[in-house]
C-alpha cells in the first residue's frame, strides 16, 4: 500500500535568473493526466492533501530579472521567505506523519525542504542530488549570484548566513552523506568546495560508462548506509536538453528517460525514504507539453507504474 504524501507547492523563482519557473509549480499542478481517458489533475492523481505557496501572487511580470543592484536585497529577501515558508509545511507535513513531495519552483527551495527534514527526523539522512549542475556556490564564487546554485551548499554550512541557520546553526547534511549525479555544468568555486569535502560526484560522463542504473544503485548504497533515511531532490534539467526545452538551464548530454524511469521506479514506496523534491520547470519555455509529459510519467513511475519502462528493468533499491 502506497503512503499517505502530502504535495507542497512551491510557486517561486526569486532565487533563478529567469524567474519563468515560478510559473511550474502551479501550472503541473493543475494539468490533467495526458495519458489517461478519465483524466485527472496532478495535485489530485498522487496525493491526499496538498498545500500551495504562492510566491508570485500578481504573477511573474519580468521573468528576466538580474540578481545585481538596486534589485538584489528584495530578491533575496523574497528567496527567505518562500525557503522559511518550505520549511514551514515541510516541518508540518513531518508532523502530521504524511510524505511531504516538494513541486518548485526554483531550486533554492530545497533549503527550506532539508533544513525541515534534518530537524524532524533529528538524525543524519542521505541525499541524493540529480541536477545537471552541482548547486553548490556560495555568494563568494557565484558568477550570477542566483540563489538555486547555492543550496547544497547552505545544507553544508557555506553560504548565506540566513540560510545556513534556517531550522539550527548545525549543517543539515553531511559531505560524507550526499550525492550528486548528472553534473556536467559548473564554475571551479562549487567544484572546488565539493573537492574539498570529498562529496561523491557522478559526473555525466561516469554516468554514460556506467549506466544511470549502476550509478543510482550506488547513490543508494552511500545514501542509505549505516540504515540511514534518505532523500531525492531532483532537478528537471538532470535530463537531456532535448527531453526537457521547459527549463531555465538545459544542459545537452544530460540523462536519458529509458534509463531513469528503470533505475527509479517505485522509489516513492521505499521504505527509507523521507521526502521528494522536484524543481525547475518553466512553463514559458516548454514545446508541446513535452516536458510536462515527461514529469507525468516520470512521478507516476515513482509511484509504481511500469508503462513506460521500455529497457530492460533495473530496479536495484529493496522495498
Known amino acids: ?3 499517505h ?3 507542497i507547492s512551491v510557486s517561486s523563482g526569486w532565487g533563478a535568473s529567469n524567474m519563468g ?5 502551479l501550472y503541473v499542478c493543475h494539468s490533467v493526466d495526458p495519458f489517461s481517458s478519465t483524466p485527472r489533475r496532478f495535485d489530485e492523481t498522487f496525493f491526499q492533501k496538498s498545500y500551495q505557496i504562492q510566491a508570485h ?7 528576466l530579472l538580474s540578481f545585481s543592484h538596486p534589485n538584489n536585497k528584495t530578491r533575496f529577501e523574497n528567496v527567505l521567505d518562500t525557503i522559511q515558508q518550505t520549511y514551514d509545511y515541510v516541518s508540518r507535513t513531518l508532523k502530521n506523519q504524511s510524505f511531504p513531495f516538494v513541486l518548485g519552483g526554483d531550486h533554492s527551495i530545497a533549503v527550506g525542504t532539508w533544513s525541515a527534514v534534518k530537524n524532524a527526523i533529528n538524525q543524519d539522512f542521505g541525499l541524493i542530488w540529480i541536477d545537471a549542475h552541482l548547486d553548490a556556490h556560495t555568494p563568494q564564487t557565484s558568477p550570477s549570484q542566483a540563489r538555486h546554485g547555492m543550496p547544497l551548499a547552505a545544507l553544508m554550512g557555506y ?9 539550527s546553526d548545525l549543517p543539515k547534511v553531511k559531505p560524507e552523506n550526499l550525492v550528486i549525479i548528472g ?3 559548473f564554475e571551479a568555486g562549487e567544484h572546488d568546495l565539493l ?5 561523491r560526484v557522478m559526473y555525466m560522463d561516469e554516468v554514460l560508462a556506467r549506466g544511470f542504473g549502476a550509478c543510482f544503485a550506488e547513490a543508494l548504497e552511500i545514501a542509505t548506509s549505516n540504515n540511514k533515511p534518505f532523500g531525492i531532490s531532483f532537478d528537471i534539467d538532470g535530463f537531456d536538453a532535448s527531453l526537457v526545452p ?4 538545459p544542459e545537452p548530454n544530460g540523462l536519458d528517460e529509458a534509463s531513469v524511469l528503470a533505475a527509479m521506479v517505485d522509489i516513492l514506496n521505499h521504505d527509507k525514504l523521507v521526502a521528494f523534491e522536484l524543481v525547475e520547470y518553466n512553463p514559458a519555455l516548454d514545446q508541446g507539453h513535452k516536458t510536462l509529459n515527461l514529469i507525468w510519467k516520470l512521478i507516476s513511475t515513482l509511484e509504481g507504474a511500469e508503462q513506460w519502462i521500455t529497457s530492460q528493468r533495473q530496479k536495484s533499491h529493496s522495498l
Open 183 to 185: 553534473a556536467r555544468s
Open 5 to 7: 504524501r502530502t504535495l
Open 159 to 167: 553560504g548565506d548566513s540566513e540560510l545556513v541557520t534556517l531550522g
Open 246 to 249: 521547459g527549463t531555465g538551464t
Open 195 to 199: 573537492t574539498r569535502l570529498n562529496v
Open 57 to 63: 501572487p500578481a504573477g511573474i511580470a519580468t521573468p
Open 1 to 3: 500500500m502506497s503512503r
Open 21 to 25: 519557473t515560478g510559473a511550474g509549480a
